[in-house]
């Protein structure tokens, strides 16, 4: 019971609209590696799409809150916006990978979810919050492993449009195909 009710009230902090975090990495910068192991076993590897493909990276809280539930509905059910064009795109968080597991499950996720349970990564993107979570913060990184967008205003509930709006923004080239990774 204790267990639900901090997660409860750890769930309602993370639905609040405010920032905590001030960002260091800037537009221009060179985005920091990672290599994180995906719900679906397989690792990914910033580097493994250089040359190749725009990544975004979705920091999100916490896995199984209303909030990162909204997020990951809306790339679930409109994926297929952000599959239009030459990226490869992966919610990430601090949780434990049986945590991402889970939630993948439940949502149906069809994109790689990644854990970052050292928070090593989360701390290299300057996302880890005040609450030793990841705060909701998507990044835009080119080809060149450059980052190309920070966005810190994230509606979870339209998130698929909006950042296949960002993609088309940025002039990232439409896909030739439709797969994701």
């Not at 001030?22 to 590696?33: E, Q, R, S």
């Not at 939630?103 to 970052?116: G, I």
């Not at 909701?136 to 950042?163: C, H, Q």
């Amino acid at each position: 019971m204790i267990f639900i009710m901090n997660r409860l009230i750890i769930s309602l902090i993370l639905t609040m609209s405010f920032s905590v975090l001030a960002i260091d990495l800037k537009v221009g910068d060179l985005a920091p590696n990672f290599r994180l192991q995906a719900t679906t076993g397989k690792f990914y590897e910033l580097s493994d799409f250089k040359n190749k493909k725009t990544i975004v990276l979705a920091w999100y809280p916490m896995a199984n809150t209303r909030g990162c539930t909204l997020e990951c509905l809306s790339l679930v059910k409109q994926g297929h916006l952000i599959r239009q064009y030459k990226a490869a795109y992966f919610m990430a968080s601090v949780d434990p990978l049986d945590d991402n597991r889970d939630f993948a499950k439940k949502t149906k996720a069809d994109f790689p979810m990644l854990s970052d349970p050292t928070k090593e990564i989360a701390k290299a993107y300057d996302v880890l919050n005040l609450f030793r979570v990841a705060s909701r913060v998507t990044f835009y990184i080119g080809e060149n492993g450059k980052i190309l967008k920070i966005d810190e205003d994230i509606n979870p509930k339209t998130a698929a449009k909006d950042i296949a709006d960002n993609l088309k923004i940025l002039n990232i080239a439409k896909s030739k195909t439709k797969k994701n990774g």
